[in-house]
T-cell receptor, first 114, second 113 residues
Framework: DAGITQSPRHKVTETGTPVTLRCHQTENHRYMYWYRQDPGHGLRLIHYSYGVKDTDKGEVSDGYSVSRSKTEDFLLTLESATSSQTSVYFC?????????????FGDGTRLSIL | KQEVTQIPAALSVPEGENLVLNCSFTDSAIYNLQWFRQDPGKGLTSLLLIQSSQREQTSGRLNASLDKSSGRSTLYIAASQPGDSATYLCAVWSMGNDYKLSFGAGTTVTVRA
């Protein structure tokens, strides 16, 4: 399995509080991604990174920010959590953006916002 | 916008039966299509990746076909086992979306012993 660690694995918090999720990889892959998974929607891309300090928005980026100060770490921050952000969050990595390169996923963070 | 659909949403079969999982997508301009497996409480495991120039890929009991012109892919799992019980997702990497995979909602498979 690809070396991807997400922390925390579970979190319960209240509306309006800030939340930061961490993705740590040991594969030295250039590309990192944050997805959320909700029933009936599949996985949707929140933000992605194509290098240190190089990030861009995905399709559901409102209310989220990211940072990547080191190759191995990609942080996802909810500045002021809302109940609509209750979801399972997955981090993924890939070595290249080539047509034969799959993405590898972490085990997810289950986030509940009350 | 690329739309990916997986039908049925759930499937239950007896052990030993072959599984056929379907995936359709609306925009045929893709780089590749990937099939993933997801176990409860876990992340996604890549099973097969088919490049846009390929018609199929095989790995053990798994075979995936791709018909890009009709926007369809099928994942076949031969001689199903209870350990094959999981959710299977397909995803396409569309041209014009440099970093984005578009996912279907998945098919949840139960193989009965």
């Amino acid at each position: 399995d690809a070396g991807i660690t997400q922390s925390p694995r579970h979190k319960v918090t209240e509306t309006g509080t800030p939340v930061t999720l961490r993705c740590h990889q040991t594969e030295n892959h250039r590309y990192m991604y944050w997805y959320r998974q909700d029933p009936g929607h599949g996985l949707r891309l929140i933000h992605y990174s194509y290098g240190v300090k190089d990030t861009d928005k995905g399709e559901v980026s409102d209310g989220y920010s990211v940072s990547r100060s080191k190759t191995e770490d990609f942080l996802l921050t909810l500045e002021s959590a809302t109940s609509s952000q209750t979801s399972v969050y997955f981090c993924a990595i890939s070595e290249f953006q080539g047509s034969n390169q799959p993405q590898h996923f972490g085990d997810g963070t289950r986030l509940s916002i009350l | 916008k690329q739309e990916v659909t997986q039908i049925p949403a759930a499937l239950s079969v007896p052990e030993g039966e072959n599984l056929v999982l379907n995936c359709s997508f609306t925009d045929s301009a893709i780089y590749n299509l990937q099939w993933f497996r997801q176990d409860p409480g876990k992340g996604l495991t890549s099973l097969l990746l088919i490049q846009s120039s390929q018609r199929e890929q095989t790995s053990g009991r798994l075979n995936a076909s791709l018909d890009k012109s009709s926007g369809r892919s099928t994942l076949y799992i031969a001689a199903s086992q209870p350990g094959d019980s999981a959710t299977y997702l397909c995803a396409v990497w569309s041209m014009g979306n440099d970093y984005k995979l578009s996912f279907g909602a998945g098919t949840t498979v139960t193989v009965r012993a």
